[in-house]
């Protein structure tokens, strides 16, 4: 069953689907793992949100910022995932399964996330 299909791939902001996808040579869940760019700069994440199909997902997190900043993708107060990076620098987050439903991305660097530094990630049923 095909997991990933061209059509599910949402309001393309941002998404180096081209660049991403990638064969996952290891078998488990198989599948295609497309490549999610996230940027963040003082205090906000670009793009902010975010409608994806569910699939596997490795968010490239490019810090284009004055200071350090971290990306982390969050379900119901959980954390799937999480990198911090420098200013000016970029960095890959594990590759994580987003299945159906709303994740938060949020900055914990201190003060970040109360001064505006989150979005939101919705995730649809395959078709
Ligand atoms: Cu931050």
Redesign the pocket.
């Known amino acids: 069953m095909p997991s990933v299909r061209p059509a599910a791939v949402l309001l393309a902001l941002a998404i180096t689907a081209a660049a991403g996808l990638t064969a996952c040579g290891g078998g488990g869940d198989g599948g295609t793992v497309q490549t999610v760019t996230v940027t963040?700069t003082e205090?906000r994440f670009d793009p902010a949100d975010l409608t994806l199909a569910a699939g596997r997902y490795r968010f490239h997190f490019v810090n284009a910022g004055k200071t350090y900043?971290?990306l982390g993708i969050y379900r119901d107060g959980r954390a799937l995932g999480i990198r911090e990076t420098g200013a000016g620098q970029s960095i890959d987050l594990d590759v994580i399964k987003l299945g159906a439903g709303t994740y938060t991305m949020e900055?914990h660097?201190p003060g970040?996330l109360q001064a505006g530094?989150h979005g939101t990630i919705s995730v649809r049923k395959p078709s």
Do not use: L, P, R
Request: proline share 0%.
């Open positions: 963040g205090m900043h971290d900055c660097e970040h530094m």
